[in-house]
């Protein structure tokens, strides 16, 4: 008797890899026990645990496993980045009104910061390590945007923001641009990361201003990153500190789970 070996499935690993990248992408931050059964039915369903080369055995495993696969969302997110494509502009009609607040802590935490002993740190891979004060930033060029604001969480809001692009900054200070990544801490005890890419973006912006006012504390006074091109959670408020890098920096939410590069 003649016995026929089992035929292998095929499988199409790059297929597989846009189906991880496609039920990543459109996770809408789930807790993390839902994280983790959402990834071991992914990688069950997709074949994903011979990409990863994990074995989801147990809570470790599917940790490890849902690091790797965001790992792989992150460059093919930044793979896919466009630094020349914009992001959609409105009129002032369609601003949201109120402007929602939105943080980890409710609005009776909102931190204050005194402007008259603001210095914005400016550290790492940069020529002018100077401290910057409100009325220095407030001096440099000045540009407006009427951009859409949208949460990992499934709402979004328009908004008007006001201060200095990010990539002119950057320059002023002699920012080494073929750095990897640009840190950011706050005031809130808040700190998150981008791709260099992201800050030279046309319409990433230092916001010194809401709807032609200074900066209110409940949207991030003295400062907040405005990213129109990225999740709300990567736009850091009371910014405090600048850094440019090589090293991975992380974030707040990004050390928890959540997807790093982060576009909207």
Not at 12 to 36: C, M, N, Q, W
Request: charged fraction near 20%; proline fraction near 7%.
């Amino acid at each position: 008797m003649t016995i026929k070996p089992t035929p292998r499935l095929a499988i199409d690993g790059e297929a597989v890899l846009k189906e991880a990248v496609s039920r990543i992408s459109h996770a809408s931050a789930p807790t993390a026990p839902a994280r983790r059964e959402f990834l071991r039915r992914s990688l069950t369903l997709g074949g994903l645990a011979m990409l990863t080369g994990c074995t989801l055995t147990d809570e470790a495993s599917v940790d490890t496993a849902l690091g790797r696969i965001s790992r792989i969302n992150d460059d093919v997110q930044g793979w896919l980045f466009d630094p020349n494509r914009l992001a959609p502009t409105y009129p002032d009609s369609m601003i949201t009104r109120p402007f929602p607040f939105n943080a980890y802590y409710g609005q009776d935490e909102i931190r204050e910061v005194e402007e008259s002993s603001f210095r914005l740190e400016v550290t790492g891979m940069v020529a002018d390590k100077r401290k910057w004060s409100l009325p220095e930033l407030r001096a440099m060029p000045q540009i407006d945007q009427v951009t859409r604001h949208i949460c990992v969480e499934g709402w979004s809001a328009i908004g008007k923001w006001g201060g200095v692009s990010f990539g002119h900054f950057l320059r002023r200070v002699g920012a080494d641009l073929s750095a990897k990544y640009v840190g950011f801490k706050c005031a809130d005890d808040y700190f998150t990361s981008i791709d260099m890419a992201t800050a030279l973006h046309s319409q990433t912006l230092l916001a010194l201003t809401y709807d032609g006012q200074p900066l209110p504390p409940k949207y991030g006074f003295p400062m907040k990153l405005r990213m129109p091109t990225k999740l709300g959670y990567k736009n850091p408020k009371h910014i405090q500190a600048i850094y440019v890098t090589n090293m991975y920096p992380g974030g707040y939410w990004e050390d928890q789970g959540y997807n790093w590069f982060g576009g909207s």
